[in-house]
């Protein structure tokens, strides 16, 4: 079994940081669509309740597009998101895991997903 640990990350200038409940070999989908590809963003996605904002809430702005449900996350200072509410997933965060602390993280699963096609693949996550 698994021990959950409390996995530490956050953006480049250390303004914002988090550290989320989890363990150290993770699963995340890696999306094609417009924004995500742009910015190489791994999705690990966790219940709301296993994410703690510690630091850094004033630095946060929100950046909202297309059907504006999703609250895109990123720090004022570095520009970088680190974590979002995803519209598919409202009780949830996605954390990117490529925010993790180094060395954090020891093995990462990645599974493709076809975010340009999100309406037509969106089932096939929605209910892992």
Do not use: Q
Not at 14 to 41: A, H, P, Q, W
Not at 48 to 53: A, E, G, P, T, V
Not at 95 to 110: L, M, S, Y
């Amino acid at each position: 079994m698994k021990k959950n640990l409390n996995l530490k990350g956050g953006c480049h200038c250390k303004k914002v940081r988090f550290v989320v409940e989890g363990n150290n070999s993770i699963e995340v989908l890696k999306c094609n669509c417009s924004i995500c590809s742009l910015t190489s963003y791994l999705h690990y996605i966790i219940p709301k309740s296993k994410f703690r904002l510690i630091k850094g809430r004033k630095h946060l702005s929100t950046y909202k597009f297309n059907k504006n449900i999703a609250e895109h996350y990123f720090c004022k200072t570095c520009g970088i998101k680190s974590f979002y509410i995803p519209r598919s997933h409202p009780n949830y965060f996605s954390v990117n895991a490529r925010c993790f602390d180094e060395g954090t993280i020891k093995k990462v699963k990645i599974t493709k997903f076809n975010g340009k096609n999100w309406e037509k693949n969106i089932d096939n996550i929605k209910n892992n």
